[in-house]
């Protein structure tokens, strides 16, 4: 079966390190792979990647659905919002009419992330569960989330997997987490998970842990994480059935590690840069939690679970099919100092962080 492939996202971070190792990653034949773009730069830009551009605002569902349906794109790597379901139920159902007109097994790929499976998604389990836990999608459909924009993008998994089976669709939950290293595309070339550490810190001059435990999170190096989206591809155009919809969540992970310890590797950085008054890790208060809130232009009640929490999830799908991560979890110890120099460029380019409204 052959496929033509749409990529969304291409300027950012993740999909533009997809979009740069897509020659090299020797997959399997396919007929035509798009990428959706913003503007003729972008487009002739991704060119030299081997795309053919589509030049779409994300927000003209009517324009995408023409696309998807007349280039009978079957196979679709939504890279764009990890938040919510604007966009999603839109393709998907375009790709559910393709099946109907070629006959071929349709493919989307939805990018979440940790938190949603996480105590700031409502998933409250004391003890390490597997992205092959049978009972995930029951777990997510049923978690209450005390934060509105968390919850939100827990139902918009949900909402992603229900869309694909009334549609024919065969849908996949890919869960970045803490994604470190520097990207490798033509746009943001940096993380947008452990920016507000480094933002906060240097706006307070002091790094501040938010948890009164000490808690485990996920870690990936972005060449793991991006390896991984490869290869889920390539095991689809072998025509491999790895498990989708309710059985369809990876999670791209080496393991966890202690936030504290990454804090400390980061506040150790920015110190030796002068960039806070000393390596000394601190608590932080409810005053100190208000004006971090205000850095970060976010409520407060938001600055938690952007930059800290427990997440017992764990990675075991990628390895099923054959994904190895390179890089051990504790590799984002030894690469902290690269890392907020990233960041230090990034801000310094007046990068900006998601909406978490």
């Given at each position: 079966m052959t496929h033509n492939i749409l990529l969304t996202g291409a300027s950012g971070y993740l999909g533009g390190t997809v979009l740069a190792r897509w020659k090299d990653a020797h997959l399997p034949p396919y007929s035509a792979f798009y990428a959706l773009v913003r503007s003729a730069e972008q487009g002739e830009t991704v060119k030299k990647y081997g795309a053919e551009p589509r030049i779409i605002n994300?927000?003209?569902?009517?324009?995408?659905?023409?696309?998807i349906i007349e280039k009978?794109?079957?196979?679709?790597?939504?890279?764009?919002?990890?938040?919510?379901a604007t966009h999603q139920p839109a393709l998907i159902k375009a790709l559910g009419e393709v099946k109907k007109k070629t006959g071929k097994e349709v493919h989307f790929l939805n990018t979440t992330g940790p938190k949603q499976s996480s105590r700031h998604g409502g998933i409250l389990i004391d003890h390490p569960f597997s992205d092959t836990d049978p009972h995930l999608y029951e777990m997510q459909k049923d978690a209450k989330s005390?934060?509105?924009?968390?919850?939100?993008?827990v139902n918009a998994n949900v909402t992603v997997i229900d869309?694909?089976?009334?549609?024919?669709?065969?849908?996949?939950?890919?869960?970045?987490?803490?994604v470190y290293g520097k990207g490798e595309g033509f746009g943001n070339l940096t993380s947008i998970q452990d920016v507000d550490i480094v933002r906060a810190a240097t706006k307070l001059r002091q790094v501040f842990k938010v948890d009164n435990d000490d808690p485990i999170w996920p870690?990936?190096?972005?060449?793991d994480t991006v390896e991984l989206y490869l290869h889920i591809l390539r095991k689809i155009l072998c025509g491999e059935d790895i498990g989708y919809g309710k059985n369809g969540f990876f999670l791209a992970?080496?393991?966890s590690v202690h936030w504290n310890k990454i804090y400390g590797a980061m506040a150790n950085s920015l110190a030796k840069r002068g960039l806070v008054d000393d390596e000394t890790v601190r608590q932080a208060t409810g005053t100190d939690q208000t004006k971090m809130a205000e850095s970060l232009s976010v409520p407060s009640a938001a600055v938690p679970v952007l930059m800290g929490g427990r997440c017992f999830f764990t990675a075991e799908h990628g390895r099923k099919i054959g994904w190895k991560p390179h890089y051990p979890?504790?590799?984002i110890l030894e690469a902290a100092d690269d890392e907020v120099a990233f960041i230090l460029k990034g801000l310094g380019s007046g990068k900006k962080r998601p909406d978490v409204r």
């Open positions: 994300i927000n003209d569902h009517d324009s995408i659905t023409r696309t009978e794109i079957t196979m679709v790597y939504f890279l764009i919002d990890a938040y919510t005390l934060h509105d924009f968390v919850g939100e993008s869309a694909a089976e009334a549609n024919g669709v065969r849908s996949y939950i890919f869960a970045p987490c803490l870690v990936c190096h972005v060449a992970t080496s393991g979890p504790e590799h």
